[in-house]
């Protein structure tokens, strides 16, 4: 479905992905782990041509994305969850939730707020707060259900954990389960927490400096004390 190959990308002279290629089937959940600083909003700001400058091909379903701009590459079916967040202060979470469905690929009728909310029940209690009056862990959860509106095809998930306590981070693992399986949304998700990353994620690459290091299966990972131990330090 999505192919990345042999990508660079720039940010001004400052090269931070160096030649990184990967791939995500249809229904895939992929995780991209890695330190701080190694590269992972990069890659996907790259994927959907939101910032970096880029060389190499991001393909969609066997067709180059050239320079096609994020909205384009929205309503393709392909939705970034960034790590900021981003959630309209002004706006109420059923609001916010409801302008994803705009982002809905062509042929696919965005998800109305209710049905979302249905799928994350966190969400219910404070459907009619303001997004500046919920607390980190229930805007990391309204980005990704606005994501979820629109129905995408492949949902790009940039350090969901960051700044969470652990139990809010348990429940957001179920969610993003449920939620990625629910309309067989494949996912890539870049994120340093081991745990979270394996309980979310079939399949692994690890990234270390802009470069791709390991690609395989959780149960090839956990054979690489040597990854872990030199990219990772765990």
């Keep these: 479905m999505l192919e990345v190959q ?3 990308a720039f940010y001004e002279s400052s ?4 030649k990184v290629s990967i791939t995500i089937r249809a ?3 992929v995780a991209v782990i890695g330190r701080n600083g190694a590269g992972k909003s990069t890659l996907l700001k790259s994927i959907m041509n939101a910032g970096p400058r880029t060389e190499g091909v991001v393909a969609w379903e066997g067709t180059a994305l050239a320079d096609l701009p994020p909205f384009r590459r929205a309503r393709l079916g392909i939705q970034l969850v960034p790590e900021d967040r981003r959630v309209y202060g002004h706006l109420t979470v059923a609001e916010n939730i409801r302008m994803g469905t705009h982002a809905a690929p062509a042929g696919r009728k965005g998800l109305p707020p209710e049905e979302v909310i249905a799928r994350i029940p966190m969400l219910g209690p404070i459907a009619r707060r303001f997004g500046n009056q919920i607390s980190g862990g229930q805007q990391q959860m309204v980005a990704i259900a606005r994501a979820v509106a629109s129905r995408p095809r492949l949902m790009l998930l940039d350090e969901p954990t960051e700044g969470l306590a652990p139990a ?3 429940r957001l693992a179920e969610d993003v ?3 990625s399986t629910g309309d067989d949304t494949a996912l890539l998700l870049c994120e340093q927490n081991l745990w979270f990353a394996r309980t979310t994620t079939d399949r692994v690459y690890v990234i270390d400096a802009g470069t791709i290091v390991f690609d ?3 149960a090839a990972f956990e054979e690489r004390n040597d990854i872990k131990q030199r990219y990772l330090a765990v």
């Design 6 to 8: 042999a990508v660079d």
């Design 15 to 18: 090269q931070i992905l160096h």
């Design 27 to 29: 229904g895939e959940r």
């Design 168 to 170: 809010i981070v348990e």
């Design 177 to 179: 389960r449920a939620v």
């Design 216 to 218: 395989g299966d959780w």
